[in-house]
């Protein structure tokens, strides 16, 4: 089955299959995006960017990009190891193997980037520059390529923290959110939400290179879009000084008190959050789990009061109405009663969940290594009305396509490709 094909069975989890030629359509057909990336940030960001049609070139070490080595991981087509984090962002792009600490290396990866429209790359702080591959080196080959670079404080000398390397919990804790909801008298809980550090500033990535290429249609010129994570965290977790500026503020190892319901509470077979963060939805709430009389007692006349009386009042009553009722059922009633909830799934709830299916939210990757459950990954939330979903082509192998791209692209021939791999310049090649 082709990666996005209709399951003939019914809605389901699509197929990435064997790794083949990026397909044509796509809004980003004829867009070429050489990506020297690693790990999540960037590579989500160019998955994206495959997603939208775009051919995304994937340069990588002769030993394969540092998200092969994440665990878990499974067996590629090529017999070596695939880690999860390399899995969820890799369908649908091609890879070439260069030694990047070769100066015959970097020149390869120069004169590549003379036929791309996009490069992007998050090598570290510094580090591209220092390989000759910076901004302004490439700029100078290629002065209408659209270049984003994705440090963990950004470009140039501004930050004070410009040296420091980053994952996605740096951002995330400097961002000041594991502070402001964090329990008291607990540590923080790192990577609350997966690497929302990383998937966060690869959107805000994205949505700069989309503005630079258009930037580029109306001037001819290309330009350096420079995204830190820390400034995309500061951005996606704004509450928290936001809310500080408005004098909404805790002491250390104090509950933080807001005017508004926002909590879990257990149903049947599981948990369920509610939210009820306006005076009319109050009502509602009281009456469905039937203590009309809330709507008349002093103790939760305000918002204020709803959230003191959470914990003895409020989520009691709530969990005695719910005691009999699967979480999806009790979330459905409250919804049903214009009451914000939802129930808290756990793995196997999402994969066999219907929308999940209809939206065509997960992609598999079939295994290798005899296992007959196949990877899971995210599929693409971007829905076009007059695009369909094109299907996409599994992770590729390490420098799977090197000797197609440095034929296709800058006409070497069998010998000269010999001698570079013979030199180790460059390496890869098809899965046996």
Same mark, same amino acid.
């Given at each position: 089955m082709r990666p996005d094909d209709p399951d003939p069975d019914g809605p389901g989890p699509v197929d990435a299959g064997p790794a083949e030629a990026h397909p044509a359509g796509g809004p980003l057909a004829g867009v070429r995006v050489l990506a020297l990336e690693q790990v999540q940030a960037v590579p989500f960001a160019t998955l994206l960017l495959a997603r939208l049609g775009a051919d995304v070139v994937k340069v990588e070490p002769l030993a394969g990009e540092s998200g092969r080595a994440a665990r878990p991981a499974v067996t590629d087509a090529a017999g070596q190891p695939a880690g999860a984090t390399f899995l969820r962002y890799n369908l649908g792009k091609r890879s070439i193997a260069v030694d990047l600490k070769s100066e015959r290396g970097r020149d390869l990866v120069l004169d590549l980037a003379g036929s791309f429209d996009v490069l992007a790359e998050n090598l570290g702080p510094g580090r591209a520059e220092r390989l000759g591959l910076g901004y302004e080196a490439v700029a100078a080959r290629n002065p209408r390529l659209v270049y984003l670079s994705v440090t963990g404080f950004g470009g140039g000398a501004d930050s004070p923290y410009a040296a420091w390397p980053a994952y996605a919990a740096v951002a995330e804790a400097m961002s000041g959110i594991y502070e402001y909801s964090r329990r008291p008298h607990q540590p923080p809980v790192i990577n609350p939400v997966g690497g929302?550090?990383?998937?966060? $500033?690869?959107?805000?990535?994205?949505?700069?290179?989309?503005?630079?290429?258009?930037?580029?249609?109306? $001037?001819?010129?290309?330009?350096?879009?420079? &995204?830190?994570?820390?400034?995309?965290?500061?951005?996606?977790? /704004?509450?928290?000084?936001?809310? @500080?500026?408005?004098?909404?503020?805790? =002491?250390?190892? $104090?509950?933080?008190?807001?005017?508004?319901?926002?909590?879990?509470?257990?149903?049947?077979?599981? @948990? +369920?959050?509610v939210q009820v963060i306006r005076e009319h939805q109050f009502p509602r709430l009281a009456r469905l789990v039937g203590h009309p009389e809330w709507t008349s007692d002093e103790r939760l006349a305000t918002p204020w009061g709803w959230h003191d009386h959470w914990?003895?009042?409020?989520? !009691? %009553?709530?969990?005695? @109405?719910?005691?009999?009722? !699967?979480?999806? %059922?009790?979330?459905?009633?409250?919804?049903?009663?214009? &009451? $914000? %909830?939802?129930? +808290?799934?756990? !793995? =196997?709830?999402?994969?066999? /969940? !219907?929308? &999940?299916?209809?939206?065509?939210?997960?992609? =598999?990757?079939?295994?290798?290594?005899?296992? /007959?459950?196949? &990877?899971?990954? %995210?599929g693409n939330p971007i829905k076009l009305s007059r695009v369909p979903e094109e299907p996409q082509s599994a992770p590729p192998t390490v420098g799977q396509h090197t000797a197609e791209l440095l034929t296709e692209l800058l006409g070497l021939d069998a010998a000269a490709l010999a001698r570079l791999r013979a030199d180790g310049v460059i390496g890869g090649g098809p899965p046996a």
């Amino acid at each position: 089955m082709r990666p996005d094909d209709p399951d003939p069975d019914g809605p389901g989890p699509v197929d990435a299959g064997p790794a083949e030629a990026h397909p044509a359509g796509g809004p980003l057909a004829g867009v070429r995006v050489l990506a020297l990336e690693q790990v999540q940030a960037v590579p989500f960001a160019t998955l994206l960017l495959a997603r939208l049609g775009a051919d995304v070139v994937k340069v990588e070490p002769l030993a394969g990009e540092s998200g092969r080595a994440a665990r878990p991981a499974v067996t590629d087509a090529a017999g070596q190891p695939a880690g999860a984090t390399f899995l969820r962002y890799n369908l649908g792009k091609r890879s070439i193997a260069v030694d990047l600490k070769s100066e015959r290396g970097r020149d390869l990866v120069l004169d590549l980037a003379g036929s791309f429209d996009v490069l992007a790359e998050n090598l570290g702080p510094g580090r591209a520059e220092r390989l000759g591959l910076g901004y302004e080196a490439v700029a100078a080959r290629n002065p209408r390529l659209v270049y984003l670079s994705v440090t963990g404080f950004g470009g140039g000398a501004d930050s004070p923290y410009a040296a420091w390397p980053a994952y996605a919990a740096v951002a995330e804790a400097m961002s000041g959110i594991y502070e402001y909801s964090r329990r008291p008298h607990q540590p923080p809980v790192i990577n609350p939400v997966g690497g929302l550090g990383d998937i966060g $500033t690869g959107l805000f990535g994205v949505v700069g290179v989309l503005a630079a290429l258009r930037h580029r249609d109306r $001037t001819g010129l290309g330009q350096l879009v420079d &995204v830190a994570m820390f400034d995309a965290m500061v951005a996606v977790c /704004d509450i928290v000084a936001n809310f @500080w500026s408005l004098g909404l503020r805790a =002491e250390p190892d $104090t509950e933080r008190r807001v005017p508004y319901i926002l909590g879990a509470f257990r149903a049947q077979d599981g @948990w +369920c959050v509610v939210q009820v963060i306006r005076e009319h939805q109050f009502p509602r709430l009281a009456r469905l789990v039937g203590h009309p009389e809330w709507t008349s007692d002093e103790r939760l006349a305000t918002p204020w009061g709803w959230h003191d009386h959470w914990a003895d009042v409020i989520r !009691p %009553a709530l969990e005695a @109405w719910a005691a009999d009722r !699967p979480m999806l %059922a009790a979330a459905g009633a409250l919804a049903g009663a214009g &009451v $914000t %909830a939802a129930p +808290c799934f756990r !793995p =196997e709830d999402l994969v066999a /969940d !219907p929308h &999940v299916a209809a939206r065509r939210m997960l992609v =598999e990757i079939p295994r290798g290594d005899g296992v /007959d459950q196949p &990877v899971l990954v %995210a599929g693409n939330p971007i829905k076009l009305s007059r695009v369909p979903e094109e299907p996409q082509s599994a992770p590729p192998t390490v420098g799977q396509h090197t000797a197609e791209l440095l034929t296709e692209l800058l006409g070497l021939d069998a010998a000269a490709l010999a001698r570079l791999r013979a030199d180790g310049v460059i390496g890869g090649g098809p899965p046996a």
